[in-house]
């Protein structure tokens, strides 16, 4: 087994290492397909150049503040909704739940021309609330806190109640602590999708210094300039060393926050 996953993890890590080859070799030798595996030259011109000529750290920070407000409101809305599904009784609870879970099957691209029109008309283009409030909500955030909320025991709430508990006290006081291990990982997951959304801030935003890096990477390739392509690849390198990081370090925490609602008890 463990040859078996190194072998699978040296496959995945593969393509890694290619894009770190290609990001350190000069653009001419790029061009002429003289890369292998093992390096044969190394220049960080790509790299200081794509830094130097694009704001590409501009981009970057955009890109991480967006992600960063909206997971954590996606984590507020998430963590209130879910606890109102999931503790509290009122008329058409499940209709509604069944309704949310049915918006996870609406693709962005069937909504996406509406919310344009909306963002247009508040005169919200090219600023950073049209970039997260689109996405304050998310369904798979409720769906999978709301589950592992249900594995809490019915008496834990009872007894809250009878002690005079608030609704709001027993969330923060005694749900939200107990439930660091899959919030810490639905951040995980959805600060990844933010910071690889394209689509949406392509269409939204149209001035240099608004744009996240998915879209900064795009406009960095010039078909008529196959000189640029040592420069995305540089700057893909630069973009993917955070979201690498990021899995490298919170794998464990996704992993055991998804697995918490799997197992009842």
């Known amino acids: 087994m463990w040859v078996l996953a190194l072998a699978v993890a040296l496959i995945v890590f593969l393509p890694v290492w290619y894009l770190c080859v290609m990001s350190f070799t000069p653009t001419q030798y790029i061009l002429k397909n003289d890369v292998s595996i093992i390096p044969k030259y190394f220049s960080v011109e790509n790299l200081v150049t794509v830094s130097n000529d694009n704001p590409l750290f501009r981009w970057l920070l955009n890109t991480f503040f967006v992600s960063v407000v909206t997971v954590f409101i996606q984590i507020v809305t998430s963590s209130l909704a879910a606890y109102a599904f999931a503790f509290m009784d009122f008329k058409g609870k499940n209709a509604i739940f069944l309704c949310l879970l049915a918006t996870m099957m609406v693709p962005e691209e069937a909504v996406i021309i509406s919310n344009y029109l909306t963002m247009s008309h508040w005169g919200w283009l090219d600023t950073y609330q049209v970039l997260i409030v689109p996405f304050m909500g998310s369904a798979m955030g409720i769906f999978l806190l709301r589950?592992?909320?249900?594995?809490?025991?019915?008496?834990?709430?009872?007894?809250?109640?009878?002690?005079?508990?608030?609704?709001i006290n027993?969330?923060?006081?005694?749900?939200?602590?107990?439930?660091?291990?899959?919030?810490?990982?639905f951040a995980i997951v959805s600060f990844l999708s933010c910071?690889?959304?394209?689509?949406?801030?392509?269409?939204?935003?149209?001035?240099?210094?608004?744009?996240?890096?998915?879209?900064?990477i795009t406009s960095l390739q010039d078909q008529d300039a196959p000189q640029t392509i040592g420069l995305a690849l540089a700057a893909v390198f630069i973009v993917s060393l955070p979201t690498f990081i990021i899995f490298v370090v919170g794998?464990?925490?996704?992993?055991?926050?998804?697995?918490?609602?799997?197992?009842?008890?």
Not at 170 to 185: D, E, N, Q, R, T
Not at 252 to 263: D, F, T, Y
């Open 170 to 185: 027993f969330l923060f006081k005694i749900v939200l602590p107990l439930s660091k291990g899959m919030i810490g990982a």
């Open 147 to 167: 589950q592992f909320y249900m594995t809490f025991a019915k008496e834990l709430h009872e007894a809250a109640e009878l002690d005079g508990c608030t609704n």
């Open 251 to 265: 794998h464990k925490q996704l992993v055991k926050g998804l697995m918490a609602g799997a197992v009842k008890g």
């Open 195 to 216: 910071y690889n959304r394209y689509l949406w801030p392509l269409l939204v935003t149209s001035q240099t210094n608004m744009r996240v890096v998915q879209v900064g």
